[in-house]
């Protein structure tokens, strides 16, 4: 155990064998949140270079960078800042720190070992998008974070790189650090506005309340993750044309991945983005290095919680958007957690449906209402209280959350042909969804675990829905 | 009727629309959006929601958070209906979507009644099975639905949410957590419409609930609508709770007369007995709202302190009698009071609490008399020359560029107005320019407000009009004077000087007149209204002070509680020769009558009343009126009958039915022709009477500037005070102020006077000793005395020590 | 009576101009003022009402909606051990079963010293460091059951008090605007113009 005042090294980051580093290379250095070391290897010459081309220059490079959003969603970045109406002002700048994304750790590295970085992106896009204040929400339970942070940005407004007259140009911004409070759908961006607002963090309906549009305050305000903004340095300093030439068209950069689990290395990875596949990633030297005591890989979570899940058939699939939705699930925010033969599925997914049945915001009622009722059968399913009528049950409360096909996976095993994401939904956000996605795989692919676990239903009790 | 009650009491308002639109379609327009509803294309309007076109082409799409007249928050999932905008079919919330052309909605299809029915269950799995205990039951959009397009059974087997059972979270409701559906509706009406945001979702996820702070209740001038509009039993009205079932009920559409503002309500009765008012959502007027002292008055109706009877002064004090003697007894003092003094002695004072026939019947009598002293106000109103200026509606205030308040407190008199000017505020239509000795319920919402000395608006304005960033916006548009009696311990003269300087400014400028009593516009306009000031409610009391008052007839008013100078009301009811009172209820005032006659009450009888705007709409006779009573109208026309030696043959004595009244009404008053029976009845939103050009007499004058070692004395209404109607409401009862002399702190700091302790307010008259208030929302250097207060201590009364004729109130403080 | 303090209230006000509205000063005056009783009061909640002028329930349904606030005194130190999926596969239940067990407490108590409070807890986002868990949001990684013994040696002693501050003590730091360097906040209707760094005719999107 490491207590962490003060990081010797930086926890299950690996930077071996010889990937390009975007936004990771300075993980390494103890100091590597300060000031003086980031001024030492390159810092803030992306803002100076944004500050010589000019604001349209600067987003022109993001644009051309085609920089895909980290959040989970993958929209790229510079199209969405284009997305603000002309002409309406202010805008504001709200940034993703609210890392809670079962499986995720990526976000809360770049804030803990690299503040100077995220703060340069903030800088960089307000100049681009003319966004006139900043607010960095940070996720209430990363005490470190908002110490390094709140440090980074004394430092920085001390040197003259936040807020009046930056570098002596007219451009001035402030950056506002501002403490979450416990709740996973506040990563939602129209939640994280709401709570931006002193609002209990519940989402808002899209339409009409596109972010770009109509955001904090009713203002148009960008709102972008951690890691999207934290390529922003590199991209002024560098370029677009640098940035593009690493991955692929589709996904250029780097991205980076947790992988959790049953591995023998689980760690976080800045992969080149598009190419690397799961099977790298599980089992390359350089990253997870395989499965732990050499077991067998059961199945594996490719893009955090709320992705369905991939089998060993899926281990091919390169790091890609499309071609994960092809395959039935998403890449979302770069998590992948792996499950060795040994794992109990029923269990394992229990986890995950008490997860965002815990974290829905009640506002809509098939997540409130059809989260814990799922949550209420797998808890029975799993304490062999089970029947087999609960296995349906579970489809068919799924289909008042998502109506029509669920994606899934294929399976040779099982002779299943896949259904490419996404899903249609009912609810207002992706909570509600997200709660049914992991139990519908896990009972899909795996349908013999949760039988196993079950007894055959007695006469189901009719019950009315009201009384006449 | 379970089937209407449900649309009525489940936002009328949508219902009503459909009701209303149906028939015409609007013809091609500009505004006009052609969709594709279930195959059929048929035509919605720019920016109307897809939940309100469907609604309106007859495809009723079920829904529970939607409510026409709040924002929508699309939380409840239950309008989710298949909407192509030509990506293909997509379950969208009706009730988020605005139609857009070519976009086709298919509110039947195998996906929409999937979807429909899964909501359902899912609202369902943890609402409790007690409908046969809900006082909702037969009446619940959740019943309702989950019939129409629920799945008919549940599937959810676990253990469901529990919650303690109802708690009152005011004097008047109660919740039910455990039946709350979470739509957000009584939140958002608690937030948007009344603006009292004391109720609130607490709690995340499934755990959410509907609470109020701990200690904190929802009070609340308008909390009755949230429980008209849950859409489930989780909200209920003390006054009603078990009390009927819906299917008892049978109802009517009527006007309440509990202020001048006539919203439209359902009178609802059960066994001859009113058990519940709910609101109508009529455009121009209410929106379907209704504040707590119109919706739950009706309690006092079945009170057992009515007057049932009729009674005569015998040596025994008042006796019960017959009508034939109670009536011989009345003509009989009628004349006496002829033969010695002439039309000149009597007096008639009262008139607004009835309907425009009872004030029209007495009006026609007074006539026939030469009755000259006659007022339906008492001492606490305008002069009638007000209704003489261009008259404004509701809807022309909540739009027009400025509204200029020269008045009251609307929250506290005209609760329905004030929902309606806040409303138009808050979303920017209109702005207010607030002149008001203290601040009111709208100042949060003011563009501006001004705190002229009691006395002394007149110059306020003036100033006013000076600034000239508010002239530009007075310019900018439409400028409507909401004008009331702001201040009980001033002269009118202050408001009429204001008033004029205001009109001569502004020659455009419309006026809303904002006098309280249920039909005081219908009364002055009918012909109660006093000749001049010679003869209004003050002159015709210190006449009756004088000995010059033979016989004084009190129509439904009660000057010792009504009037702001109780002394001369005192002074007025011992010096009159004679009383004769007609009214509901033993007041102070029929205590000391020779004849008292039992008046029939509202939903007693049918009629028509007239609102602050001229809007005649229909009042509804719903029960049978207590023990003998009669209407108001009925009386005049026999005592007419009775006199026609002195008084001729009036065509009112001829008439048998109220429509006979009602149209000789239309067809003797200008102004009302287009008011017939027939046109009342008809026209959903009442008929707008002309109002008759006359020019303000008299532009009064300004008081003089405070001295500073006296405090400016300001009485004025809260919602709930003692009058007979609350009093005898056992709901709202409980719920008015007492008596106390309101300070800024800081005032009351120099005074050395703490919270509670006594003071004495002296005037050169008398003085009263009323406990303190701190209270930073009283401009400094006045005293603020709620009027007609209950006051357990006996320090007297605050109307004691007001002077009827003097332009304002000042007091000397002492600390007790 | 637990309404902020003067010094905190100074702070509050500070807090709240860092905002273009102030409602959205709300979260972080509720966190004020956990920092100053360890939970958050009733008093406290009234007191920020009034700060924010807005009404107490509104305060209320904000503060119950979020995790971190609570609403009973809890321990000094706050033990919340992550339950999802990537720390449940490297043995969370073990660990929680074992720090109940050392504690003495059911998760979701607090110890009778007051010293502390065991809570399961969700992703802390340390999922490749599971098992974890967090005192008072502070990471402790791969926790095995030995080191837990060691951590709750450490915070009964003392030894880890300057690195594990109080429950309520988010960051021992705070961000300090300097005065000289702020922009400031304007409400948006203040607002109508593009900033000085954009070209006048364009509009940078
Ligand atoms: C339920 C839910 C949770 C989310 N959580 C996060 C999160 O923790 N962090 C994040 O950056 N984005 C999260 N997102 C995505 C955001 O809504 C938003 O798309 C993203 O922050 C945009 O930034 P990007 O374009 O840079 O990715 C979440 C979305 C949903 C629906
Ligand atoms: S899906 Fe769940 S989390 Fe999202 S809005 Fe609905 S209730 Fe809230
Ligand atoms: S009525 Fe549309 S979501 Fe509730």
């Known amino acids: 155990m490491t207590a962490q005042g003060s990081y010797a090294w930086t926890p299950g980051y690996f930077d071996d064998g010889d990937r390009p580093q975007i936004v990771t290379g300075r993980f390494p250095y103890e100091d590597s949140y300060t000031l003086d070391r980031y001024l030492e290897t390159g810092g803030y010459e992306g803002l100076k270079r944004a500050l010589e081309i000019g604001p349209e220059a600067t987003s022109g490079e993001v644009k051309d960078s085609t920089l895909l959003g980290r959040g989970g969603a993958g929209f790229p970045a510079g199209v969405k800042w284009g997305f603000t109406p002309q002409g309406v002002w202010p805008r504001y700048l709200v940034v993703n720190g609210d890392e809670s994304e079962p499986g995720t750790y990526k976000d809360r590295l770049l804030m803990e070992r690299d503040p100077h970085q995220l703060i340069e992106g903030c800088l960089i896009a307000c100049y681009a998008a003319g966004l006139s204040q900043c607010f960095l929400y940070v996720r209430g339970e990363m005490a470190l974070a908002h110490e390094r942070i709140a440090g980074a940005l004394d430092e920085a407004y001390a040197a003259g790189y936040v807020g009046t007259d930056i570098l002596g140009t007219d451009f001035s911004v402030d950056i506002i650090l501002h403490w979450g409070a416990g709740a996973y759908v506040v990563g939602e961006e129209t939640a994280l506005i709401e709570s931006l607002e002193g609002e209990r963090g519940m989402p808002r309906l899209k339409p009409p309340y596109f972010p770009a549009a109509i955001g904090l305050y009713g203002q148009p305000t960008i709102v972008n993750n951690v890691e999207t903004l934290a390529n922003l340095p590199y991209i002024a300093a560098n370029g677009s044309a640098a940035y593009t030439a690493i991955g692929t068209e589709t996904s250029p950069g780097t991205r980076m991945i947790a992988v959790s689990g049953h591995v023998k290395r689980p760690g976080v990875y800045e992969i080149v983005n598009g190419s690397t596949t799961f099977r790298d990633l599980i089992y390359g030297d350089d990253f997870a290095q395989g499965i732990r005591d050499d077991n067998d890989l059961k199945a594996f979570v490719p893009g955090g919680g709320s992705a369905p899940w991939f089998l060993p058939d899926q281990l091919d699939i390169p790091f890609e958007g499309k071609e994960a939705s092809a395959a039935g699930s998403m890449l979302g925010s770069g998590a992948v957690m792996v499950m060795d033969s040994t794992t109990d599925i029923p269990e394992a997914a229990l986890t995950l449906v008490r997860f965002y049945a815990h974290e829905s915001c009640g506002k809509c009622v098939p997540c409130r209402e059809g989260g814990t009722w799922l949550l209420r059968i797998v808890e029975r399913i799993c304490s062999g209280h089970g029947t087999t009528a609960d296995l349906d049950q579970i489809l068919e409360v799924g289909q008042s959350i998502c109506p029509g096909d669920m994606p899934h996976a294929s399976s040779e095993r099982l002779g299943l042909e896949a259904v490419p994401f996404p899903y249609k939904m009912t609810t207002i956000c992706f909570v509600g969804p997200s709660a049914y996605a992991p139990i519908h795989s896990a009972l899909t692919l795996f349908r013999d675990e949760f039988e196993a676990k079950v007894s055959p239903s007695p006469k189901r009790v009719r019950i009315p829905v009201a009384v006449a | ?510 006026v809303l007149p904002a006098l309280r009593r249920g039909n005081v516009i219908g009364a002055l306009s009918v012909g109660l209204a006093p000749a001049d000031a010679d003869h209004d409610a003050i002159a015709t009391l210190e006449a009756a002070a004088g000995g010059k008052i033979e016989l004084l007839i009190l129509l439904g008013a009660d000057p010792l509680c009504d009037v702001p100078d109780h002394d001369l009301a005192r002074r007025a009811l011992a010096g009159a020769r004679s009383i004769v009172s007609i009214d509901t209820f033993p007041t102070e005032s029929t205590r000391q009558a020779d004849v008292v006659l039992p008046a029939a009450a509202f939903t007693e009888k049918a009629g028509s009343t007239t609102n602050l705007e001229g809007r005649v709409n229909d009042v509804a006779h719903r029960v049978t009126t207590k023990g003998t009573s009669r209407p108001d109208w009925m009386i005049a026309a026999e005592l007419a009958l009775d006199l026609d030696d002195i008084v001729g043959d009036l065509p009112i004595a001829m008439a048998t039915s109220v429509e006979e009244i009602t149209d000789l009404l239309a067809a003797t008053v200008p102004g009302f022709a287009a008011a017939t029976s027939e046109a009342v009845e008809r026209e959903v939103d009442g008929v707008v009477v002309e109002s008759q050009p006359s020019d303000l007499a008299d532009r009064g004058d300004e008081a003089s500037v405070r001295n500073s070692y006296s405090y400016r004395l300001v009485v004025s209404h809260k919602m709930f005070d003692r009058a007979i109607g609350t009093a005898m409401s056992r709901g709202i009862s409980k719920l008015s102020v007492s008596a106390a002399a309101h300070l800024h702190p800081l005032d009351a700091d120099q005074l050395g006077a703490g919270e509670g302790g006594d003071v004495r307010l002296v005037t050169d008259r008398s003085s009263v000793v009323l406990p303190v208030v701190l209270d930073p929302r009283i401009e400094r250097g006045n005293v603020w005395v709620p009027f007609n207060a209950s006051s357990d201590q006996g320090g007297g009364r605050v109307e004691s020590i007001i002077d009827a004729r003097a332009a304002v109130t000042d007091v000397k403080i002492e600390v007790l | ?196 760094w954009i070209p006048v005719a364009g509009d940078a999107s």
């Not at chain 2, 007249?69 to 030509?86: A, K, P």
């Not at chain 2, 919650?163 to 957000?184: A, G, H, N, T, W």
């Not at chain 3, 709300?26 to 004020?32: A, D, R, S």
């Not at chain 3, 607090?110 to 409070?117: E, V």
Request: negative net charge; proline residues 7%.
């Open chain 2, 1 to 510: 009727m379970s089937e209407d009650v449900t649309t009525e009491t489940e936002d009328a308002s949508a219902e009503d629309d459909v009701a209303v639109d149906v028939e015409p379609e609007p013809e091609p327009d500009p505004n006009a959006v052609t969709i594709e509803l279930n195959g059929r294309s048929v035509e919605a309007r720019k920016g109307e929601l897809v939940i309100a076109a469907a609604e309106r082409h007859g495809s009723y799409i079920p829904h529970f958070c939607y409510h026409p007249r709040m924002s929508s928050v699309g939380m409840c999932r239950q309008c989710l209906v298949e909407v192509d905008t030509g990506r293909g079919p997509q379950l969208q919330p009706s009730c988020m979507i605005t139609v857009s052309p070519d976009m086709k909605v298919d509110t039947e299809s195998a996906t929409t009644k999937r979807a429909q029915e899964g909501m359902l269950e899912l609202l369902l799995a943890n609402h409790p099975l007690d409908c046969p205990v809900c006082d909702k039951g037969g009446e619940c959009p959740l019943q309702d639905q989950a019939f129409s397009h629920g799945p008919g059974e549940s599937r959810y087997v676990e253990e469901k949410r529990h919650y303690e059972k109802p708690i009152p979270i005011s004097e008047l409701v109660l919740l039910d957590r455990e039946r709350c559906i979470l739509c957000d509706r009584c939140t958002r009406f608690a937030d948007e419409v009344a603006g009292d945001k004391l109720i609130h979702f607490i709690e995340r996820g499934n755990q959410t609930q509907v609470m109020t702070f701990p200690d904190e209740p929802f009070v609340s001038y308008f909390s009755g609508n949230t429980v008209q509009i849950c859409p489930v039993g989780a909200l209920t009205a003390e006054p009603y709770r078990f009390k009927a079932r819906p299917w008892d009920l049978g109802q009517q559409e009527s006007t309440c007369m509990g202020c001048s503002t006539g919203c439209r309500i359902v009178v609802q009765s059960s066994r001859d007995e009113v058990l519940r008012y709910n609101g109508v959502d009529s455009e121009p007027v209410n929106h379907g709202w209704l504040c707590d002292r119109g919706r739950f008055g009706f309690e006092a109706l079945s009170s057992e302190h009515r007057l049932t009877e009729p009674m005569v002064r015998t040596d025994v004090g008042l006796t019960p009698t017959s009508w034939t003697s109670a009536m011989a007894a009345t003509t009989g003092l009628i004349r006496q009071a002829l033969e010695s003094g002439g039309p000149s002695s009597i007096a008639l004072i009262g008139g607004a609490r009835g309907t425009n026939e009872d004030a029209f019947a007495w009006a026609q009598l007074a006539d026939g008399l030469g009755i000259e002293f006659r007022d339906p106000q008492l001492g606490d109103g305008l002069p009638a020359a007000i209704l003489g200026l261009p008259r404004a509606t509701i809807d022309e205030a909540c739009s027009a560029g400025t509204v200029i308040l020269l008045g009251p407190d609307v929250k506290e008199e005209l609760g329905a107005l004030y929902l309606r000017l806040r409303g138009a505020a808050r979303d920017g239509a209109t702005k207010i320019i607030e002149i008001a000795p203290n601040d009111t319920g709208l100042t949060n919402m003011a563009w501006k407000s001004l705190r002229p000395q009691p006395g002394r608006q007149a110059s306020a304005v003036r100033e006013l009009f000076a600034d000239p960033e508010i002239a530009e916006q007075i310019a900018s548009g439409d400028v409507v004077v909401v004008v009331g009696r702001s201040n009980l311990a001033e002269s009118p003269a202050a408001t009429m000087a204001a008033l004029s300087e205001i009109v001569e400014a502004v020659p455009t400028a419309t």
């Open chain 3, 1 to 196: 009576m637990s309404r902020l303090t003067d010094s905190n209230v100074l702070l509050a006000h500070e807090i709240i101009r860092r905002y273009p509205r102030s409602k959205s000063a709300l979260i972080p005056l509720l966190h004020l003022s956990q920092e100053q009783n360890g939970y958050v009061t009733n008093d406290a909640m009234r007191h920020i009402a009034e700060l924010l002028d807005i009404t107490p329930a509104e305060v209320i349904g904000t503060a119950t909606f979020y995790e971190m606030f609570k609403f009973e005194p809890v321990g000094t130190y706050v033990i919340n051990v992550c339950q999802t999926l990537s720390c449940a596969l490297m043995g969370a239940d073990e660990l929680m079963h074992h720090a109940e067990d050392v504690l003495g407490v059911k998760a979701g108590s607090t110890t009778a010293d007051g010293m502390f409070t065991l809570e399961p807890a969700e992703c802390q986002a340390a999922c490749t460091e599971a098992p974890c868990l967090q005192v008072n949001y502070r990471h402790q990684y791969r926790v095995t059951t030995a080191e837990f013994d060691e951590l709750v040696d450490g915070l009964r002693s003392g030894r880890l008090a300057d690195e594990i501050p109080p429950h309520g003590t988010l960051g021992r730091n705070r961000q300090n605007l300097p005065a000289d360097r702020t922009v400031g906040a304007v409400p948006p209707e203040d607002v109508t113009e593009a900033p000085d």
